[in-house]
């Protein structure tokens, strides 16, 4: 969800401990040691010992959870290799089953936020099919060891205390809550302190029920993609069918021009209906010129909000189409994905080169395809920013 999927991968917002002057626990040692410091650090703000025993009596240090938070690897497959794996029939069906069953919610959420039926579904679809896959893992643990180890604690610890809050709302149950491996919760998969500050009790129980409820997490959704920018009534991504010449340097996710400017260059929705020309968009091609081609217009940024993988949040914004009528996208004839190896190859030549890629991981990031784009300027390439077997070899001969 908005947070940290790490199926999906990272968290996009900035996180600080709830009681605004508190200073995070320091991470490491023995996990008792560290759990006796949340404690003394819980009583500083103020909750009282009863209350902390109550919550942190049953709480555990989980290997899995570490081990799974070393081992991601889903974003490296590409955008075509990742929404047909997700984007399944049984998918497609589940949701209009739904979307029959729930549609009243659905559209109480797009009246109040602007936010329609297809992207609602389409999140709901990718976080947890439909809410029946929520993960099986002890909430407080996953949070609890992710907080104590020490390679992100500044991004799990304020969720620990958040759990804390809802604890003594009677909105978090320390033995029996379970759901994703990194600690989020319910049918969209939030983590405890983004509960507390967009869960929406929609069914009007007293409670934030994103397990259960699915009012509440339907509206709770809405909320965040509110908060986080939604433009009622304009859409967000729109398949397009682009000419054999362009300016491909163009097409980059932070550009953005007029509808009539890009029309002016020769490309078209693939259904022929054009928004309103004064719309901004920008245009995405995940597999380059010769693969699929979007508008990505402000409404997409949403996505990248919730999700920060350009992979997953362009297969949960274009899933949201298909949901809504529209038909699967072409795929076109792009050159296929470099293999793992070669995209280290490549990343370690780049680099070597003066650019600045990132960690070199085999993973195509924005900073690899910033710097794959430059190379193909140099080598008078088009420049679409997709890594292909012949730009490596010109650039292990140059």
């Known amino acids: 969800m908005f947070t940290l999927r790490f199926f999906a991968v990272f968290l996009l917002i900035s996180l600080v401990p709830i009681a605004g002057k508190s200073s995070i626990v320091p991470c490491g040692g023995t996990f008792d040691e560290f759990i006796e410091t949340v404690k003394q650090e819980a009583l500083d703000r ?24 070393r081992s991601q690897g889903i974003f490296k497959k590409s955008f075509i290799e990742f929404s047909k794996l997700v984007m399944t029939n049984h998918r497609i069906v589940k949701g209009s089953e739904f979307e029959e069953k729930h549609g009243a919610i659905l559209d109480a959420v797009k009246e109040r936020y602007g ?22 893992h002890n909430t407080l643990n996953s949070i609890a060891t992710l907080s104590h180890d020490c ?38 998969q939030m983590l405890p302190e983004d509960i507390l500050k ?7 129980d007293g409670k934030v029920n994103l397990k259960e409820s699915v009012a509440d997490a339907l509206m709770t959704a809405g909320n965040v993609l509110n908060v986080t920018g939604w433009r009622p009534n304009q859409p967000w991504l729109v398949e397009v069918i682009v000419p054999e010449q362009l300016n491909w340097q163009l097409a980059q996710p932070t550009h953005f021009q007029s509808l009539d400017e890009w029309k002016e260059m020769g490309i078209v929705p693939r259904d022929g209906v054009w928004p309103d020309l004064t719309y901004e968009a920008a245009l995405l091609l995940p597999h380059g010129r010769l693969g699929p081609a979007f508008f990505a217009f402000p409404n997409y940024s949403v996505y990248l909000e919730w999700n920060k993988s350009f992979v997953y949040s362009t297969t949960s914004a274009f899933f949201a ?63 679409d920013a997709w890594p292909t077997k012949e730009l490596l070899e010109l650039l292990e001969k140059s």
């Open 321 to 383: 189409t298909l949901l809504s009528g529209n038909p699967i996208y072409l795929d076109g004839t792009p050159p296929p994905p470099l293999p793992d190896e070669d995209v280290i190859r490549l990343q370690t030549i780049l680099a070597n080169r003066g650019h600045d890629v990132g960690k070199v991981d085999g993973i195509v990031g924005a900073r690899t395809r910033a710097a794959v784009r430059q190379e193909q300027l140099n080598f008078g390439l088009p420049a």
């Open 115 to 136: 936010v329609p039926r297809g992207v609602l579904l389409s999140f709901l679809a990718l976080e947890t099919d439909y809410g029946v896959v929520q993960g099986d």
């Open 198 to 204: 967009y869960g929406i009790d929609a069914d009007g």
């Open 151 to 188: 390679r992100r604690p500044e991004l799990f610890q304020p969720h620990l205390f958040a759990a804390l809050e809802l604890y003594k709302l009677d909105n978090f149950d320390p033995v029996n809550t379970v759901g994703a491996w990194a600690g989020e919760i319910g049918m969209i």
């Open 46 to 69: 103020g909750t009282s010992q009863e209350t902390i025993d109550g919550f942190l009596a049953s709480v555990e240090h989980d290997p899995d959870v570490i081990r799974r938070d």
